[in-house]
């Protein structure tokens, strides 16, 4: 089945050390998006791309990293610069005449 | 003014109720509009999309789009239980791989 892979599903971070979530697809789909999710902010855009190699900041980009070196990959960094990490992350994936994103099942992240 | 308006909710109905759940916006150059249903702690699953106004229904929901007001509409019949979720509307610029804006979304409980 194709979909878009997250992992992992829990993830705990020390204060000062950078993590990172994978996203993965199989969907065969040239754009990818990284989500951040908490209460009463709804979704909020990280970083995307459109194409291998290459990607842009969203709204909220300070204190995270990506790469896309491979099409079906994208994985996020959450350095130790980002002060308040704690959230819900979803990646989401968008192909050529697919109106809205697929999305991961997300990975929540706790600081502890 | 935001750029989506969505009431959070959330909104409480017996089983078997008509469900209204509505976005407003402010660009009118939004062209693709969506609806999203998430359950707790997973990624939000696209439910209904809609080209430019008018409306679109599949089975027990019909999606909405009135480009004159700038309001979009999801109704739920029959409601049911397992229809409790956060319901988030979302909508694009154009057919491209342009960026998602969503609503904040609004939870609907459906009581037995």
């Known amino acids: 089945d194709g979909g878009i892979t997250q992992s992992p599903k829990y993830l705990f971070r020390k204060e000062g050390q950078n993590v990172t979530l994978s996203c993965e697809q199989n969907?065969?789909?040239?754009?990818m998006y990284w989500y951040r999710q908490d209460p009463g902010q709804g979704l909020r855009l990280i970083y995307y791309?459109?194409?291998?190699?290459?990607?842009q900041k969203g709204d909220i980009a300070e204190g995270y990293s990506v790469s896309r070196e491979k099409k079906e990959s994208f994985p996020l960094t959450v350095t130790s610069a980002q002060k308040n990490p704690t959230a819900f992350y979803l990646c989401?994936?968008?192909?050529?005449?697919?109106?809205?994103?697929?999305f991961g099942s997300g990975t929540r992240l706790t600081v502890v | 003014q935001k750029e989506v308006e969505q009431d959070p909710g959330p909104l409480s109905v017996p089983e078997g109720a008509i469900v209204s759940l509505n976005c407003t916006y402010s660009?009118?150059?939004?062209?693709?509009f969506m609806w999203y249903r998430q359950y707790s702690r997973k990624g939000p699953e696209l439910l209904m999309y809609?080209?430019?106004?008018g409306n679109k229904e599949d089975g027990r929901f019909t999606a909405q789009v009135d480009k004159s007001s700038k309001y979009i509409s999801l109704f739920i019949r029959d409601s049911q239980p397992s229809d409790s979720a956060t319901y988030l509307c979302?909508?694009?610029?154009?057919?491209?791989?342009?960026?998602?804006?969503f609503g904040k979304g609004t939870m609907l409980l459906v009581s037995p």
């Open positions: 809609t080209y430019s106004s």
């Open positions: 660009n009118s150059a939004f062209q693709y």
């Open positions: 979302a909508m694009r610029l154009n057919s491209g791989y342009s960026t998602l804006t």
């Open positions: 791309s459109q194409i291998v190699n290459d990607f």
């Open positions: 969907l065969n789909h040239d754009a």
């Open positions: 989401a994936s968008l192909g050529v005449g697919t109106y809205g994103y697929t």
